[in-house]
């Protein structure tokens, strides 16, 4: 179902973007839980695999719900596109823990048998000492997971806050928001975002955050209810080739099950791309790219998408398996 986000005529105006080491830390972890996100980032995980298993994530897990509410106070939509993890986890550490406690027995709540766990009841019944465990366990899942990586991640990130302020320019807001994401429409002044789970919010003046996150795709988040400002979590562009460097020992062996041309296309496809885009990207003639196209989405390992007059091509699961050496 979808949700929507309707914007006043104040709302134009305070629209931004921002980033948040604290926002990919969590999510780092919700990747860990969710296969279907494993995808781009098969580098990762396999280089973090002996660190993950010495982190006992299971308390955060039951506050990540499949479908549902997580908590707010655990991951507060950034101040801006320069704040820092420390920044952000002394606001965590800082939580009113009555606050925190009803938030989090919302989250409980949606996942099974979460309510009635022993760490859900220890949490509930102490929220002083919650709201400590759980930012203490973020600051492992960050020192381990994504702070060796964070220079490569705020790169992409900036990236595309850079990339979509341009087109923010030059097509408006009504423009650039369906663009994000194909999940993304625009009507009359209404956000729809498809996200799985139906909510509505008039921004009521307060704008709306739009955050790229690396680990978040294939979702897009929509919400944070009040007194949080309204913000869009989106897939960053280029995350498929995030890890290249890591998955670069494959390029050999998928040329030799593709083809050189082939491979050569479905590595190119880091981020959705037109066919005149990757031939010009590879320096091939469009009909050669648009052959090897045709070939690489009918074994599945390419969907076509059409945004306006444009036809994109991304990598399917599979294809991103393949692209980045498999498991």
């Not at 919700?30 to 996100?37: A, D, G, V």
């Not at 989090?104 to 019944?125: C, H, I, M, V, Y």
């Not at 220079?151 to 979509?164: G, S, V």
């Amino acid at each position: 179902m979808p949700s929507y986000l309707r914007f006043g005529e104040e709302d134009f105006l305070r629209c931004r973007f921002a980033l948040s080491p604290l926002w990919e830390t969590q999510e780092a972890a919700r990747t860990l839980k969710r296969p279907e996100r494993h995808g781009y980032h098969l580098p990762w995980l396999r280089r973090h695999r002996a660190a993950v298993e010495a982190l006992d994530l299971s308390g955060l897990w039951l506050l990540m719900p499949r479908r549902g509410h997580s908590p707010d106070w655990l991951c507060p939509p950034p101040l801006g596109p320069t704040a820092s993890f420390e920044e952000e986890i002394a606001a965590v550490r800082a939580a009113d823990p009555l606050a925190a406690r009803e938030d989090t027995a919302r989250s409980l709540a949606d996942t099974p048998g979460a309510l009635d766990s022993p760490q859900g009841r220890a949490w509930l019944a102490d929220p002083h000492r919650m709201v400590g465990e759980l930012a203490d366990l973020l600051e492992r899942v960050w020192h381990t997971l994504v702070a060796p990586d964070w220079p490569r991640l705020r790169a992409l990130l900036e990236a595309d806050i850079a990339f979509h302020s341009r087109r923010l320019a030059e097509v408006g807001l009504g423009g650039v928001l369906p663009e994000i994401n194909r999940r993304c429409g625009w009507d009359a002044g209404t956000l729809t975002v498809a996200s799985g789970g139906r909510h509505e919010r008039h921004l009521g003046g307060q704008g709306l955050v739009l955050m790229p996150s690396v680990f978040v795709w294939p979702d897009v988040v929509s919400g944070f209810d009040p007194p949080w400002q309204p913000t869009l979590v989106y897939p960053a562009r280029g995350v498929g080739g995030l890890w290249t460097e890591a998955a670069g020992r494959g390029a050999d062996a998928l040329a030799r099950l593709l083809g050189r041309g082939r491979a050569a296309v479905l590595a190119a496809l880091d981020d959705p791309a037109t066919t005149t885009a990757l031939a010009h990207r590879l320096d091939l003639a469009p009909s050669s790219v648009s052959a090897h196209l045709t070939a690489l989405r009918d074994a599945g390992l390419l969907v076509a998408r059409r945004y306006g007059h444009q036809v994109l091509y991304e990598r399917t699961p599979l294809g991103m398996a393949l692209a980045s050496g498999g498991d």
